[in-house]
């Protein structure tokens, strides 16, 4: 069977359009309302992107730290998450979900463990924040094995020899990160320089699916449609914020904006 | 896992950064893996070129003021009555704590490369204080990450940052301390990379780091080595060299030139932060057995939970309130060269007590650890055991937390 992942991206190709992955954070605001959002936003959303809270993030921005927080203090755990994505599988088994983290936590799980129980819960992809490559060479080869894309980041710092390595050994989809920041920085770069790094990437192995993500929001998404997919997660996470400081359905509120992204890349 | 000789320990690693295989690594972001690559190739020139060799030895003379003093502390030696209690006076250092040696290579690095903002973390305010100063020496613009929690309880090393024209940026993340900091201070240099440079406060972080860390504080046992030859005409027979570990960067740099010395002549004692005596809570994850895990881009021992979040720590030195510690030190401690143990915030006030009754000396509160164990062990050693404290750090920056435990007596009126 084709991954989802790549079944999601062949779909968006035939409409003609980028797939539109989102990003939220497990637990956040809590387990069965971040359960809530996955079902609700995945109408609109072609991949979802289940953040792994961590309390020392290292590459995350205030937003994603906030709902990262918030979720930790709500008291997620691993297996909570593993269960989430069960629970979602159970109402769209085709629908696919990447996990992104940092290693410290599938470190602590137990590598094989972890990816076993990915494969159960129905996890299609990983991303790990802080494995890059080669370090990650090897565990991207167990991923392999469990028919779960280890998703390689890429960034506008990575050398053009090391961009070429780590296509070569990439799995069929990659993350390139738009700029120097972490996540959920304002676009400092104009699109269409990103969108330049963004087609050298491409031309190394055009066969390969590679999104963008990075300071994406409602205002910017529209500018980079022409590639393969395109992330958006601190935006999101904000809108949780905001709904819960307005007392307001983060629910409702965030399927609206992932609708709003959708229609801006139609 | 083995110790090598004649290689120093920040040498024997791995081509991916790893010691014994096991500890430290560059479990960084891909943004970053260039810049420490370009880190990591200009310090492996660097430090075989005498030129920049010879650069640091001036800097370190001229400006930081080398050698800091090494005194037998007759008295409290006498009040004890075991082993001769000595100390290395790092203190004496310009700035007043070793944490300048490594700022002043990260800034002599900075500038070479071309670069014109150099960010650093800080707990107790001693790395920042430091890095602020180097900075404005070599004329870098500077941003000093602290915790909330440690600008409340180290204002005199703030006010000196600022001073230096540094701009002190406060986190309110997670503990509001030293390993908040260290986050942030990556996040930025995460987003800043191609215009700034980072330097970690202490032997922790991506593996180079931890290099460049070692190398520099390693200026102390090249002091006290010589010095020690000269008191005594060669090394003790029975040398014990007792120092604090919170990330582990002062005690590595006063063993380091003693690595190779059996553990009979010379043993290492690092004391880690045990926390308040009533709190489960503590900062010292290689004596109480934490686990491995991946904090700040290394593995390392870090206090942790089951799921790998990280725990928060508690101590009255906000130098050594520090989840992780030093690879270099993992390794130490795995290898058996160190032995760890670690004093409660109480035993640390009496040891500064005892200390300031009878020596004029003013440890801070992170060396006064290192007294605590010291002063315990010394009654039961013989007369001709050597026993060296590192006084890394100058208790001024403290006056705050001794007042409100100690009472007014115990605060210098400057």
């Given at each position: 069977?084709?991954?989802?992942?790549?079944?999601?991206?062949?779909?968006?190709k035939?409409?003609?359009?980028?797939?539109?992955?989102?990003?939220?954070?497990?637990?956040?605001?809590?387990?069965?309302?971040s359960?809530?959002?996955?079902?609700s936003?995945?109408?609109?959303?072609?991949?979802?992107?289940?953040?792994?809270?961590?309390?020392?993030?290292?590459?995350?921005?205030?937003?994603?730290?906030t709902?990262?927080?918030?979720?930790?203090?709500?008291g997620?755990?691993?297996?909570?998450?593993?269960?989430?994505?069960?629970?979602?599988?159970?109402?769209?088994?085709?629908?696919?979900?990447?996990?992104m983290g940092?290693?410290n936590?599938?470190?602590?799980?137990g590598?094989?463990?972890?990816?076993?129980?990915?494969?159960?819960?129905?996890?299609?992809?990983l991303?790990?924040?802080?494995?890059?490559?080669?370090?990650?060479?090897?565990?991207?080869?167990?991923c392999?094995?469990?028919?779960?894309?280890?998703?390689?980041?890429?960034?506008?710092?990575?050398?053009?020899?090391?961009?070429?390595?780590?296509?070569?050994?990439?799995?069929?989809?990659?993350?390139f990160?738009?700029?120097?920041s972490?996540?959920?920085g304002?676009?400092?770069?104009?699109?269409?320089?990103?969108l330049?790094?963004?087609?050298?990437?491409?031309?190394?192995?055009?066969?390969?699916?590679?999104?963008?993500?990075?300071?994406?929001?409602?205002?910017?998404?529209?500018?980079?449609?022409?590639?393969?997919?395109?992330?958006?997660?601190?935006?999101?996470?904000?809108?949780?914020?905001?709904?819960?400081?307005?007392?307001?359905?983060?629910?409702?509120?965030?399927?609206?904006?992932?609708?709003?992204?959708?229609s801006?890349?139609? | 896992?083995?110790?090598?000789?004649?290689?120093?320990l920040?040498?024997?690693?791995?081509?991916s950064?790893?010691w014994?295989?096991?500890?430290?690594?560059?479990f960084?972001p891909e943004?970053?893996?260039?810049?420490?690559?370009d880190?990591?190739i200009?310090?492996?020139?660097?430090?075989?070129?005498?030129?920049?060799?010879?650069?640091r030895?001036r800097y370190?003379k001229?400006?930081?003021?080398?050698?800091?003093?090494?005194?037998?502390?007759e008295?409290?030696?006498?009040?004890?009555?075991?082993?001769?209690i000595?100390?290395?006076?790092?203190?004496?250092?310009?700035?007043?704590?070793?944490?300048?040696?490594?700022?002043?290579?990260h800034?002599?690095?900075?500038k070479?490369?071309?670069k014109?903002?150099?960010?650093?973390?800080?707990?107790?305010?001693?790395?920042?204080?430091?890095?602020?100063?180097?900075?404005?020496?070599?004329?870098?613009?500077c941003?000093?990450?602290?915790?909330?929690?440690?600008?409340?309880?180290?204002?005199?090393?703030?006010?000196?940052?600022?001073?230096?024209?540094?701009?002190?940026?406060?986190?309110?993340?997670?503990?509001?301390?030293?390993?908040?900091?260290v986050?942030?201070?990556?996040?930025?240099?995460?987003?800043?990379?191609?215009?700034a440079?980072?330097?970690?406060?202490?032997?922790?972080?991506?593996?180079?780091?931890?290099?460049i860390c070692?190398?520099?504080?390693s200026?102390?046992?090249?002091?006290?080595?010589?010095?020690?030859?000269?008191?005594?005409?060669s090394?003790?027979?029975?040398?014990?060299?007792?120092?604090?570990?919170?990330?582990?960067?002062?005690?590595?740099?006063?063993?380091?030139?003693?690595?190779?010395?059996?553990?009979?002549q010379?043993?290492?004692?690092?004391?880690?932060?045990?926390?308040?005596?009533?709190?489960?809570?503590?900062?010292?994850?290689?004596?109480?057995?934490?686990?491995?895990?991946i904090?700040?881009?290394?593995?390392?021992?870090?206090?942790?939970?089951?799921?790998?979040?990280?725990e928060?720590?508690?101590?009255?030195?906000?130098g050594?309130?520090?989840?992780?510690?030093?690879?270099?030190?993992?390794?130490l401690?795995?290898?058996?060269?160190?032995r760890?143990?670690?004093?409660?915030?109480?035993?640390?006030l009496?040891?500064?007590?005892?200390?300031?009754?009878?020596?004029?000396?003013?440890?801070?509160?992170?060396p006064?650890h290192?007294?605590?164990?010291?002063?315990k062990?010394?009654?039961?050693?013989?007369?001709?055991?050597?026993?060296?404290?590192?006084?890394?750090?100058?208790?001024?920056?403290?006056?705050?937390?001794?007042?409100?435990?100690l009472?007014?007596?115990?605060?210098?009126?400057?």
């Amino acid at each position: 069977m084709l991954n989802p992942i790549s079944a999601a991206f062949k779909k968006a190709k035939q409409e003609n359009r980028s797939a539109l992955l989102t990003y939220t954070v497990a637990g956040d605001s809590s387990k069965k309302q971040s359960l809530d959002i996955l079902k609700s936003i995945s109408k609109d959303a072609d991949i979802l992107e289940v953040g792994v809270p961590h309390n020392t993030p290292v590459a995350d921005g205030s937003q994603i730290q906030t709902s990262a927080y918030r979720a930790i203090k709500n008291g997620i755990k691993m297996n909570d998450i593993f269960k989430i994505v069960k629970d979602f599988k159970q109402s769209n088994k085709y629908k696919p979900i990447i996990l992104m983290g940092y290693f410290n936590m599938i470190f602590q799980y137990g590598e094989n463990n972890f990816l076993n129980k990915c494969r159960s819960s129905g996890v299609n992809g990983l991303i790990v924040v802080d494995l890059p490559w080669p370090e990650n060479k090897y565990f991207a080869k167990k991923c392999k094995k469990k028919s779960i894309y280890f998703i390689q980041l890429l960034s506008p710092t990575t050398t053009k020899i090391r961009l070429k390595k780590i296509i070569k050994d990439s799995h069929p989809m990659s993350y390139f990160i738009s700029m120097l920041s972490t996540t959920g920085g304002k676009l400092k770069v104009s699109p269409k320089d990103i969108l330049k790094n963004y087609i050298k990437i491409k031309k190394i192995d055009p066969k390969k699916e590679v999104v963008i993500g990075f300071g994406i929001t409602e205002k910017t998404i529209g500018k980079f449609k022409s590639a393969d997919g395109l992330v958006v997660g601190s935006a999101i996470c904000k809108e949780i914020s905001n709904s819960l400081k307005h007392r307001q359905n983060p629910v409702t509120n965030v399927s609206k904006l992932v609708k709003k992204l959708k229609s801006k890349i139609i | 896992m083995k110790l090598k000789k004649k290689i120093p320990l920040i040498d024997q690693v791995s081509k991916s950064g790893f010691w014994g295989n096991k500890f430290g690594g560059n479990f960084v972001p891909e943004t970053l893996k260039k810049p420490i690559e370009d880190l990591e190739i200009q310090f492996n020139k660097l430090k075989k070129d005498k030129k920049f060799i010879n650069e640091r030895n001036r800097y370190f003379k001229n400006w930081i003021g080398s050698p800091t003093r090494f005194i037998k502390l007759e008295k409290l030696t006498n009040h004890i009555g075991g082993a001769q209690i000595w100390s290395k006076v790092v203190s004496d250092a310009n700035g007043g704590a070793h944490k300048v040696y490594n700022a002043t290579v990260h800034c002599l690095l900075a500038k070479r490369s071309g670069k014109k903002i150099i960010c650093g973390d800080t707990g107790a305010g001693y790395a920042g204080k430091m890095l602020s100063m180097a900075a404005k020496k070599f004329g870098l613009k500077c941003k000093i990450f602290m915790g909330a929690k440690d600008i409340a309880r180290q204002q005199p090393n703030v006010k000196a940052i600022k001073k230096n024209g540094a701009e002190v940026i406060p986190v309110y993340s997670g503990s509001q301390t030293l390993v908040d900091a260290v986050s942030e201070c990556m996040r930025f240099w995460v987003a800043n990379c191609d215009t700034a440079a980072m330097c970690v406060g202490s032997t922790v972080g991506p593996a180079i780091f931890v290099r460049i860390c070692g190398w520099s504080t390693s200026q102390i046992s090249r002091e006290l080595k010589v010095q020690l030859i000269e008191e005594f005409g060669s090394i003790p027979k029975k040398l014990k060299l007792y120092n604090c570990v919170g990330g582990g960067s002062s005690s590595f740099g006063f063993w380091n030139e003693f690595m190779d010395y059996d553990k009979k002549q010379c043993e290492f004692i690092g004391v880690e932060a045990g926390g308040p005596a009533r709190s489960k809570k503590h900062a010292a994850p290689l004596t109480y057995g934490s686990k491995i895990g991946i904090l700040h881009g290394a593995a390392q021992y870090v206090n942790q939970d089951s799921d790998g979040q990280i725990e928060e720590t508690e101590s009255i030195s906000a130098g050594l309130d520090y989840p992780g510690v030093s690879p270099l030190h993992c390794f130490l401690k795995d290898t058996k060269r160190a032995r760890y143990t670690a004093a409660s915030d109480e035993e640390a006030l009496n040891a500064f007590k005892t200390v300031t009754k009878y020596e004029k000396l003013r440890p801070s509160l992170e060396p006064s650890h290192a007294f605590s164990v010291a002063i315990k062990e010394a009654k039961k050693l013989s007369k001709d055991t050597i026993i060296v404290v590192n006084s890394c750090g100058d208790a001024y920056k403290d006056r705050g937390i001794l007042e409100k435990r100690l009472g007014r007596k115990y605060v210098k009126p400057n």
